[in-house]
């Protein structure tokens, strides 16, 4: 069971209460009655009570559903079902026993990736009775944490079988596009390679919670300092005027000061001790709690989308929330959403995509031409689909380019439902926008690919595919068309493909360039298409020496690339692509409002270095002014250091690149890294591991002592968001790793400004201010004995009533300050957004510091002496105005605490900035508490119940009722805030801060809120293309060449332009084709359904002449 | 068909709702919109506030300083500690029984009601363990604990062998100074009448302290003994009139209020009868004194006073001169942050 705070708190509160009792149990010793100490541990002792029992209902709630699974145990996935444990494949639904997974979860990668058992497991099947009698026995490594290995071996039926990374399913990846398939466990809970990643759980305390440890110590330093002040007091009062008292009170312990000092040092122990915070640690609790309601209550951090409301899962952090200075965001679902949409195109110069009606209404394209088309896919520009149905010859041309240049397979499990199986996401969204285009890839068998052509049924032969690979940059197809004509299809970089072009498409490069230019103003990523018709000559001439050398032993590799050189040549451009990484809403918003936070964002991805810097562009993270781009991309530790070392511009951004040697990097060279870093604007770190993730902030948080949030959504998140002070998970998906290890969570990235910049602003200056408050309150509280002690010959003689001193902290005050805590804010949320300076102060620990700390005590220093001396003053020789008696202690001890009262009231009325009526409520229902229990505890009834615990009978009657006591309270109460008002007032005006500038000007608006600031589009004239983000690995192009895939027969064609059958209601939501999503989330969301129009008519007329 | 659209959409609505089950509450409270009032220290409020509050200070001080300046107080000394006093024969602690004679003059009418107080100095009443040496119970007429008195009043809780009633250090200190105030009239001295009813709280006298219900009350008193210091039992303190005897005798209860501060004084008697309602004549007064109570050994200090009192209480400079200050201050302060305020109004822009 974990400590937590809380109760390491309440024990010493306990142990200390108890020593507060024991030293009241002792006659000589007890300055006041058990109760004040024994009520106010009653109720905190309920206090925890309550929340420890809620704290068990939630955590029993919160159980994990997959803690049988064990070592040894064999499981059924099945499709899009989330992998538990690590575990060895041991047969599949699909052909050769292969699996698709997606590991975004676990290394933030957007591509689908494949793993195959091995046969000799795969020739089980389905068959459960052959899966239980299955009798291997694996030994394999012990586990770490290395995502990228797995050493192994599976010894059955006496043969051994070597075991690695592609027959392993780790914990966090997502079966996907496999009906089902079986593993072993071998691995199982914290064993996991995913859990070994995760990093330690450590126990959370905020900032504020360190300084009040390091401020508790020290005012028990000043409780033993004042006690020894006094007891030295009294020794030497008992020297001089005590032992000569005698004749009216006798010593009964002898005559020594010293031990009568002694005695006097306790006494004042058990009086002071309310200097010492203990209650405070209840009060701050109840205020988290509060404040972490209003953050799971927020309508505008509610997703109805996925029906997720935010969620404070840790209640002890909030105000920590208001002093975040750096934020480490993964990249892949939390600032994208792992959607490709195809948006816009150029064919032959011409720009096709954002197109806007007179009414600035984006019109949907209809597709309905096309029985094959993709329901959900969308489409803004009507004239290209208009340029498709007049023939244009390079529209058509750029896409059969799409339908042929790719390594998709595609699945059509009944007639027109096709299922495309994309390695990259990118080529997914290109070959479905081809499709709804009326290009539709159909199937493929080995040496040919089938696609529907405006409805026409062709076949292509595919001669050879020229793969992609990271050097590259580029795929291409040799294909022969039905009619014979031999052709090579390019696509890939732009700048790898210009290189490549013929002379006499210079024209259309430099249109074409334009277009690109604004395609990657957008932050979209793009792709340059490009074609050659072969001569059937040369191309047999080639092809023969390409056999010659994919079969030569030596420098295969180098060849191949001569050859593909050498054919891909003088090509002719088509066109370009323009895929949107389809960002989270409000991302870039939310970003530059951080960063006018002055927070820093640093983004760690496992993804790739372009991917990477793509999104660093569309998310405006990096922006064009960002000239001085730098990047860390070492490959052995000497260079990254060499480069490190190297002057940098204090303007770009940085890219450790390499997994291995940013681990070299972190051991050898940190303190270099992290000051480069921190002079960086913005830093992006592509290819971590989550282990590396976890560092990264640990450097931060070690070396720059700041406060960092770390925010991700998957189990590759898991170890920042432990390491960082705040973890925020992006909750409504599939995986809940991230969630679960998470102190808050939410459905979108963009409410992370909601939660730092309202709520933790709010919380930080509600919590300072409750501190402060509480502090000064308690202070003078206690301070006011200090001084009577001067006067009373060092006897630990209280000044107030013990009932006033049970009471106090309990009722009279209480329910003010926590009023104020749960309640205040000094500008709404509309003008926090507006002036995200705001959120500075919290940064710098403005409000509640050790100095702001010394100023409480120094204040309540000067009230305290205010509240004693002036009652002093204005009583000491006076009497009431019939002669009597008004001087006397108890009179006295009414007209003290009633100051005291009024004075800490009036002074919480400045504090507060915030007056709803709650606040008016307990303010000014305290202070009728008061009285009414004043009058109450000072009635004839209670004293005849119990006269020993009710000594004040009649006081309240008896002085309240004289004129010159509440002139004196008046003049207490007026004279403790009037320094304060003028030092305020004469502060804001000499030199005001942020907040007071802005809470002047909500004042001027007439506390209307600022009009919404305008979404502005934002657009960018770049100069920098992204690049493709195909998968960093080797293509498919050999399995896709080799016909592994296809075993599975072949639907029936028949033609592609039926006109009753479409159904849109027969499409999986699982299916993956209009705008590729590996986690299958519905991409270009078309709401309504397709209309018929005249489009359909004029496809039927053209059909006969087919 | 239009029923079966109208089933649809009920189904719809439902599902609708269930998937919004998670949407939190929309109102004020906890989206945090309460209406709520939010002052802020601005020029327009807090200068014209001072301006306010220090006028209105400067007339209220102006009227407490007037008001107490017109009230008439006498202080004298008459410890005997210098040795041309009277009263420094009866200083020795050894001399018993010992009356000396304070005499003084009045210049002008002493405007009545007079009140006589004594009033001690350097005297500790509120020194903790003497302020708990007293037994409430006792106190209140419960016979249990006249039998046996509680703890707290030690030592002074028997003398032996019997209980004390009362006990505890506080009732054993009683003051036992008795004064007789004369007036010379025509070369005779004239007593003056001091009338010694009332003046203890009323709540005291009724409810707080009771006697036990027996009658005579000298037998609840039945095997107890008088605190060592007192010359008579409780029961007759008065001997003049029964009803001011036990523990709601006035100057018993007077004396068990026990004083704030080391420094006070309390009331004696009124001079409220006869001719001296309306104050003490100009003239020559000799106060008897008789001289028990002994202050010295602890540099004490043991006074009478004279006083009238206002509607504001006995004469106190210090609440007047301390409003007529703070108003200044606070009309100075205003005019600082005027001029302030002019000069260096934070700029707006921004």
Same mark, same amino acid.
């Given at each position: 069971?974990?400590?937590?705070?809380?109760?390491?708190?309440?024990?010493?509160?306990?142990?200390?209460?108890?020593?507060?009792?024991?030293?009241?149990?002792?006659?000589?010793?007890? %300055?006041?009655?058990?109760?004040?100490?024994?009520?106010?541990?009653?109720?905190?002792?309920?206090?925890?009570?309550?929340?420890?029992?809620?704290?068990?209902?939630?955590?029993?709630?919160?159980?994990?559903?997959?803690?049988?699974?064990?070592?040894?145990?064999?499981?059924?996935?099945?499709?899009?079902?989330?992998?538990?444990?690590?575990?060895?494949?041991?047969?599949?639904?699909?052909?050769?026993?292969?699996?698709?997974?997606?590991?975004?979860?676990? /290394?933030?990668?957007?591509?689908?990736?494949?793993?195959?058992?091995?046969?000799?497991?795969?020739?089980?099947?389905?068959?459960?009775?052959?899966?239980?009698?299955?009798?291997?026995?694996?030994?394999?490594?012990?586990?770490?944490?290395?995502?990228?290995?797995?050493?192994?071996?599976?010894?059955?039926?006496?043969?051994?079988?070597?075991?690695?990374?592609?027959?392993?399913?780790?914990?966090?990846?997502?079966?996907?596009?496999?009906?089902?398939?079986?593993?072993?466990?071998?691995?199982?809970?914290?064993?996991?390679?995913?859990?070994?990643?995760?990093?330690?759980?450590?126990?959370?305390?905020?900032?504020?919670?360190?300084?009040?440890?390091?401020?508790?110590?020290?005012?028990?330093?000043?409780? *033993?300092?004042? &006690?020894?002040?006094?007891?030295?007091?009294?020794?030497?009062?008992?020297?001089?005027?005590?032992?000569?008292?005698?004749?009216?009170?006798?010593?009964?312990?002898?005559?020594?000061?010293?031990?009568?000092?002694?005695?006097?040092?306790?006494?004042?122990?058990?009086?002071?001790?309310?200097?010492?915070?203990?209650?405070?640690?209840?009060?701050?609790?109840?205020?988290?709690?509060?404040?972490?309601?209003?953050?799971?209550?927020?309508?505008?951090?509610?997703?109805?989308?996925?029906?997720?409301?935010?969620?404070?899962?840790?209640?002890?952090?909030?105000?920590?929330?208001?002093?975040?200075?750096?934020?480490?965001?993964?990249?892949?679902?939390?600032?994208?959403?792992?959607?490709?949409?195809?948006?816009?195109?150029?064919?032959?110069?011409?720009?096709?995509?954002?197109?806007?009606?007179?009414?600035?209404?984006?019109?949907?394209?209809?597709?309905?031409?096309?029985?094959?088309?993709?329901?959900?896919?969308?489409?803004?520009?009507?004239?290209?689909?208009?340029?498709?149905?007049?023939?244009?010859?390079?529209?058509?041309?750029?896409?059969?380019?799409?339908?042929?240049?790719?390594?998709?397979?595609?699945?059509?499990?009944?007639?027109?439902?096709?299922?495309?199986?994309?390695?990259?996401?990118?080529?997914?969204? #290109?070959?479905?926008?081809?499709?709804?285009?009326?290009?539709?890839?159909?199937? =493929?068998?080995?040496?040919?690919?089938?696609?529907?052509?405006?409805?026409?049924?062709?076949?292509?032969?595919?001669?050879?595919?020229?793969?992609?690979?990271?050097? =590259?940059?580029?795929?291409?197809?040799?294909?022969?068309?039905?009619?014979?004509?031999?052709?090579?299809?390019?696509?890939?970089?732009?700048?790898?493909?210009?290189?490549?072009?013929?002379?006499?498409?210079?024209?259309?490069?430099?249109?074409?360039?334009?277009?690109?230019?604004?395609?990657?103003?957008?932050?979209?990523?793009?792709?340059?298409?490009?074609?050659?018709?072969? /001569?059937?000559?040369?191309?047999?001439?080639?092809?023969?020496?390409?056999?010659?050398?994919?079969? %030569?032993?030596?420098?295969?590799?180098?060849?191949?690339?001569?050859?593909?050189?050498?054919?891909?040549?003088?090509?002719?451009?088509?066109?370009?692509?323009?895929?949107?990484?389809?960002?989270?809403?409000?991302?870039?918003?939310?970003?530059?409002?951080?960063?006018?936070?002055?927070?820093?964002?640093?983004?760690?991805?496992?993804?790739?270095?372009?991917?990477?810097?793509?999104?660093?562009?569309?998310?405006?993270?990096?922006?064009?002014?960002?000239?001085?781009?730098?990047?860390?991309?070492?490959?052995?530790?000497?260079?990254?250091?060499?480069?490190?070392?190297?002057?940098?511009?204090?303007?770009?951004?940085?890219?450790?690149?390499?997994?291995?040697?940013?681990?070299? #990097?972190?051991?050898?060279?940190?303190?270099?890294?992290?000051?480069?870093?921190?002079?960086?604007?913005?830093?992006?770190?592509?290819?971590?591991?989550?282990?590396?993730?976890?560092?990264?902030?640990?450097?931060?948080?070690?070396?720059?002592?700041?406060?960092? #949030?770390?925010?991700?959504?998957?189990?590759?998140?898991?170890?920042?968001?432990?390491?960082?002070?705040?973890?925020?998970?992006?909750?409504?998906?599939?995986?809940?790793?991230?969630?679960?290890?998470?102190?808050?969570?939410?459905?979108?990235?963009?409410?992370?400004?909601?939660?730092?910049?309202?709520?933790?602003?709010?919380?930080?200056?509600?919590?300072?201010?409750?501190?402060?408050?509480?502090?000064?309150?308690?202070?003078?509280?206690?301070?006011?004995?200090?001084?009577?002690?001067?006067?009373?010959?060092?006897?630990?003689?209280?000044?107030?009533?013990?009932?006033?001193?049970?009471?106090?902290?309990?009722?009279?005050?209480?329910?003010?300050?926590?009023?104020?805590?749960?309640?205040?804010?000094?500008?709404?949320?509309?003008?926090?957004?507006?002036?995200?300076?705001?959120?500075?102060?919290?940064?710098?620990?403005?409000?509640?510091?050790?100095?702001?700390?010394?100023? &409480?005590?120094?204040? %309540?220093?000067?009230? %305290?002496?205010?509240?004693?001396?002036?009652?002093?003053?204005?009583?000491?020789?006076?009497?009431?105005?019939?002669?009597?008696?008004?001087?006397?202690?108890?009179?006295?001890?009414?007209?003290?605490?009633?100051?005291?009262?009024?004075?800490?009231?009036?002074?919480?009325?400045?504090?507060?900035?915030?007056?709803?009526?709650?606040?008016?409520?307990?303010?000014?229902?305290?202070?009728?508490?008061?009285?009414?229990?004043?009058?109450?505890?000072?009635?004839?009834?209670?004293?005849?119940?119990?006269p020993s615990a009710f000594p004040f009978i009649g006081t309240g009657r008896n002085s309240l009722n004289q004129p010159n006591i509440w002139l004196t309270i008046l003049l207490t109460s007026i004279l403790c805030v009037l320094p304060v008002v003028t030092y305020r007032f004469l502060f804001i005006q000499l030199c005001p801060t942020i907040n007071d500038k802005v809470m002047f000007k909500v004042r001027q608006a007439k506390a209307t809120p600022p009009p919404p600031p305008r979404r502005t589009r934002i657009r960018r004239t770049s100069s920098r293309r992204s690049g493709y983000a195909f998968s960093h690995a080797q293509g498919y192009g050999d399995l896709v060449t080799s016909g592994r895939f296809l075993r599975r027969p072949a639907l029936p064609r028949s033609s592609g332009f039926s006109h009753a059958g479409r159904t849109t209601t027969s499409f999986s939501p699982m299916g993956r084709s209009a705008g590729y999503s590996p986690t299958g989330r519905p991409q270009n969301a078309k709401v309504s359904d397709v209309e018929v129009t005249s489009l359909q008519m004029y496809k039927t007329i053209r059909d006969p002449a087919l | 068909m239009g029923k079966e659209g109208?089933?649809?959409?009920?189904?719809?609505?439902?599902?609708?709702?269930?998937?919004?089950?998670?949407?939190?509450?929309?109102?004020?409270?906890?989206?945090?919109?309460?209406?709520?009032?939010?002052?802020?220290?601005?020029?327009?409020?807090?200068?014209?506030?001072?301006?306010?509050?220090?006028?209105?200070?400067?007339?209220?001080?102006?009227?407490?300083?007037?008001?107490?300046?017109?009230?008439?107080?006498?202080?004298?000394?008459?410890?005997?500690?210098?040795?041309?006093?009277? &009263?420094?024969?009866?200083?020795?602690?050894?001399?018993?029984?010992?009356?000396?004679?304070?005499?003084?003059?009045?210049?002008?009418?002493?405007?009545?009601?007079?009140?006589?107080?004594?009033?001690?100095?350097?005297?500790?009443?509120?020194?903790?363990?003497?302020?708990?040496?007293?037994?409430?119970?006792?106190?209140?007429?419960?016979?249990?604990?006249?039998?046996?008195?509680?703890?707290?009043?030690?030592?002074?809780?028997?003398?032996?062998?019997?209980?004390?009633?009362?006990?505890?250090?506080?009732?054993?200190?009683?003051?036992?100074?008795?004064?007789?105030?004369?007036?010379?009239?025509?070369?005779?001295?004239?007593?003056?009448?001091? /009338?010694?009813?009332?003046?203890?709280?009323?709540?005291?006298?009724?409810?707080?302290?009771?006697?036990?219900?027996?009658?005579?009350?000298?037998?609840?008193?039945?095997?107890?003994?008088?605190?060592?210091?007192?010359?008579?039992? *409780?029961?007759?303190?008065?001997?003049?009139?029964?009803?001011?005897?036990?523990?709601?005798?006035?100057?018993?209860?007077?004396?068990?209020?026990?004083?704030?501060?080391?420094?006070?004084?309390?009331?004696? =008697?009124?001079?409220?009868?006869?001719?001296?309602?309306?104050?003490?004549?100009?003239?020559?007064?000799?106060?008897?004194?008789?001289?028990?109570?002994?202050?010295?050994?602890?540099?004490?200090?043991?006074?009478?006073?004279?006083?009238?009192?206002?509607?504001?209480?006995?004469?106190?400079?210090?609440?007047?001169?301390?409003?007529?200050?703070?108003?200044?201050? &606070?009309?100075?302060?205003?005019?600082?942050?005027?001029?302030?305020?002019?000069?260096?109004?934070?700029?707006?822009? /921004?």
């Amino acid at each position: 069971m974990p400590l937590n705070l809380f109760e390491q708190f309440q024990r010493i509160a306990n142990a200390y209460f108890l020593f507060l009792l024991v030293l009241q149990v002792i006659p000589q010793i007890s %300055s006041l009655s058990w109760f004040t100490t024994v009520v106010p541990l009653v109720l905190v002792l309920t206090v925890t009570a309550a929340k420890d029992a809620t704290d068990d209902i939630v955590s029993k709630l919160r159980g994990e559903k997959w803690m049988n699974v064990q070592v040894g145990d064999i499981i059924k996935l099945e499709n899009n079902q989330f992998v538990t444990a690590d575990l060895m494949l041991l047969s599949s639904s699909e052909p050769l026993n292969l699996v698709y997974i997606e590991t975004a979860e676990l /290394d933030g990668e957007t591509n689908l990736k494949v793993r195959q058992a091995l046969t000799v497991t795969g020739d089980l099947g389905e068959d459960v009775e052959k899966l239980a009698d299955f009798n291997g026995e694996v030994r394999c490594e012990p586990p770490n944490n290395r995502l990228d290995r797995f050493m192994g071996t599976l010894t059955y039926a006496g043969q051994k079988y070597p075991l690695d990374n592609e027959k392993v399913l780790l914990r966090g990846c997502t079966l996907r596009n496999t009906q089902w398939c079986f593993g072993l466990v071998l691995f199982g809970g914290p064993e996991t390679k995913l859990m070994q990643n995760c990093g330690k759980t450590t126990f959370k305390r905020t900032s504020i919670d360190r300084l009040m440890n390091v401020l508790v110590l020290c005012i028990f330093g000043f409780l *033993a300092f004042m &006690c020894t002040v006094l007891a030295i007091g009294n020794c030497f009062w008992e020297l001089n005027e005590g032992s000569n008292f005698t004749a009216f009170l006798p010593r009964q312990d002898g005559n020594e000061a010293t031990f009568s000092a002694f005695l006097a040092f306790w006494s004042y122990v058990i009086i002071l001790n309310t200097v010492v915070p203990i209650s405070l640690y209840v009060s701050v609790e109840i205020i988290r709690l509060g404040n972490s309601f209003y953050i799971d209550w927020d309508g505008k951090m509610y997703h109805a989308a996925n029906d997720t409301p935010a969620e404070a899962r840790t209640t002890t952090l909030n105000e920590e929330l208001g002093q975040i200075q750096y934020v480490f965001s993964d990249k892949t679902g939390t600032l994208t959403q792992n959607i490709m949409t195809f948006n816009k195109c150029s064919v032959n110069g011409k720009s096709y995509g954002d197109v806007f009606d007179s009414t600035g209404q984006r019109l949907e394209v209809d597709f309905s031409f096309n029985s094959l088309a993709d329901p959900r896919f969308v489409f803004h520009d009507h004239s290209l689909v208009e340029a498709v149905k007049l023939e244009n010859p390079e529209v058509h041309a750029f896409f059969r380019l799409l339908a042929l240049c790719h390594t998709v397979m595609a699945e059509e499990k009944r007639e027109g439902e096709l299922f495309y199986l994309a390695q990259s996401p990118d080529e997914g969204a #290109l070959v479905t926008a081809a499709r709804n285009f009326g290009f539709v890839f159909r199937s =493929r068998t080995p040496d040919s690919v089938s696609i529907v052509e405006m409805g026409r049924q062709r076949s292509y032969e595919l001669l050879a595919i020229l793969d992609f690979n990271n050097v =590259r940059k580029r795929m291409s197809v040799i294909v022969r068309s039905p009619e014979g004509k031999l052709s090579l299809y390019c696509k890939g970089a732009d700048t790898i493909i210009y290189e490549r072009l013929h002379r006499s498409c210079s024209k259309l490069m430099d249109v074409t360039t334009e277009h690109l230019n604004e395609f990657a103003g957008e932050g979209l990523r793009t792709l340059a298409l490009a074609y050659k018709d072969l /001569d059937e000559e040369y191309f047999n001439g080639w092809k023969r020496r390409h056999h010659e050398v994919s079969t %030569s032993l030596d420098g295969r590799e180098g060849k191949l690339d001569e050859l593909y050189e050498e054919i891909e040549k003088d090509l002719l451009l088509l066109g370009a692509t323009a895929v949107e990484d389809k960002l989270q809403d409000g991302v870039p918003q939310t970003i530059e409002l951080l960063s006018k936070a002055h927070i820093k964002i640093w983004v760690l991805t496992g993804d790739k270095q372009e991917t990477a810097e793509n999104i660093g562009y569309s998310c405006n993270l990096l922006r064009e002014e960002m000239n001085e781009v730098f990047v860390v991309s070492g490959n052995s530790p000497e260079d990254v250091r060499q480069e490190l070392r190297s002057e940098v511009s204090p303007i770009g951004k940085c890219f450790p690149s390499h997994p291995i040697h940013f681990f070299v #990097l972190i051991r050898g060279s940190e303190l270099a890294f992290l000051r480069l870093a921190c002079l960086c604007k913005a830093v992006i770190c592509c290819r971590v591991t989550p282990l590396q993730k976890a560092q990264v902030v640990e450097l931060v948080k070690k070396h720059k002592q700041a406060v960092t #949030l770390a925010i991700g959504d998957g189990a590759n998140d898991v170890s920042m968001i432990k390491a960082a002070h705040i973890g925020v998970g992006i909750s409504g998906q599939e995986g809940m790793q991230a969630v679960l290890s998470s102190d808050y969570s939410f459905a979108q990235f963009r409410f992370l400004q909601r939660l730092l910049l309202v709520h933790g602003r709010w919380s930080y200056l509600r919590m300072c201010k409750f501190l402060r408050y509480f502090f000064y309150k308690n202070f003078t509280f206690t301070f006011v004995h200090f001084w009577y002690a001067f006067f009373c010959g060092f006897s630990a003689q209280t000044v107030y009533d013990e009932w006033f001193i049970t009471l106090y902290n309990l009722v009279y005050t209480a329910l003010p300050v926590l009023g104020m805590s749960l309640f205040d804010q000094d500008v709404n949320d509309a003008w926090s957004f507006q002036h995200p300076q705001l959120y500075v102060p919290g940064q710098l620990n403005l409000y509640f510091s050790k100095k702001a700390f010394f100023k &409480c005590a120094l204040h %309540s220093c000067y009230s %305290s002496l205010v509240l004693f001396f002036i009652p002093y003053a204005a009583v000491h020789d006076t009497v009431r105005d019939d002669g009597k008696d008004v001087a006397d202690y108890q009179s006295f001890a009414l007209l003290t605490q009633t100051c005291l009262l009024f004075a800490v009231t009036i002074q919480l009325g400045f504090e507060m900035s915030y007056w709803t009526a709650v606040n008016t409520f307990f303010v000014l229902g305290s202070l009728a508490m008061y009285f009414a229990v004043t009058f109450t505890m000072y009635s004839d009834g209670m004293f005849l119940t119990l006269p020993s615990a009710f000594p004040f009978i009649g006081t309240g009657r008896n002085s309240l009722n004289q004129p010159n006591i509440w002139l004196t309270i008046l003049l207490t109460s007026i004279l403790c805030v009037l320094p304060v008002v003028t030092y305020r007032f004469l502060f804001i005006q000499l030199c005001p801060t942020i907040n007071d500038k802005v809470m002047f000007k909500v004042r001027q608006a007439k506390a209307t809120p600022p009009p919404p600031p305008r979404r502005t589009r934002i657009r960018r004239t770049s100069s920098r293309r992204s690049g493709y983000a195909f998968s960093h690995a080797q293509g498919y192009g050999d399995l896709v060449t080799s016909g592994r895939f296809l075993r599975r027969p072949a639907l029936p064609r028949s033609s592609g332009f039926s006109h009753a059958g479409r159904t849109t209601t027969s499409f999986s939501p699982m299916g993956r084709s209009a705008g590729y999503s590996p986690t299958g989330r519905p991409q270009n969301a078309k709401v309504s359904d397709v209309e018929v129009t005249s489009l359909q008519m004029y496809k039927t007329i053209r059909d006969p002449a087919l | 068909m239009g029923k079966e659209g109208g089933c649809g959409q009920n189904k719809t609505m439902v599902k609708q709702e269930q998937e919004l089950a998670n949407r939190p509450d929309n109102t004020a409270f906890t989206q945090q919109r309460l209406p709520a009032w939010q002052p802020m220290l601005s020029a327009g409020i807090v200068i014209p506030g001072f301006v306010i509050i220090g006028l209105a200070f400067i007339g209220i001080g102006v009227a407490l300083f007037i008001t107490s300046k017109n009230i008439q107080v006498m202080e004298m000394d008459y410890t005997g500690f210098e040795p041309d006093s009277d &009263c420094f024969k009866c200083s020795n602690p050894e001399e018993k029984n010992c009356v000396c004679q304070l005499d003084f003059n009045i210049s002008s009418r002493f405007e009545g009601p007079v009140f006589f107080y004594y009033g001690l100095s350097n005297y500790f009443q509120n020194y903790r363990r003497y302020g708990v040496s007293k037994d409430d119970a006792q106190l209140s007429g419960d016979l249990d604990n006249f039998k046996s008195p509680s703890d707290t009043c030690s030592p002074y809780d028997t003398d032996g062998i019997k209980p004390i009633v009362p006990c505890g250090s506080i009732a054993n200190s009683m003051f036992n100074d008795t004064f007789l105030l004369y007036r010379e009239v025509n070369g005779t001295n004239e007593l003056v009448p001091l /009338d010694g009813k009332g003046i203890a709280w009323w709540t005291d006298y009724n409810v707080k302290y009771r006697n036990p219900n027996v009658t005579p009350l000298k037998e609840a008193f039945e095997g107890t003994v008088k605190p060592l210091f007192w010359p008579r039992p *409780a029961y007759e303190l008065d001997t003049s009139d029964p009803n001011n005897n036990g523990f709601i005798n006035q100057d018993f209860l007077v004396w068990m209020r026990r004083a704030a501060l080391p420094d006070f004084r309390k009331l004696y =008697r009124r001079i409220a009868q006869g001719d001296y309602a309306r104050g003490l004549p100009a003239g020559n007064y000799s106060l008897k004194i008789a001289y028990n109570y002994p202050v010295l050994s602890f540099q004490g200090r043991k006074k009478v006073v004279f006083s009238n009192v206002s509607w504001m209480g006995g004469r106190n400079d210090f609440l007047g001169i301390a409003y007529l200050v703070i108003g200044s201050m &606070c009309v100075f302060m205003s005019i600082v942050m005027l001029i302030v305020y002019a000069k260096f109004k934070f700029p707006e822009e /921004d």
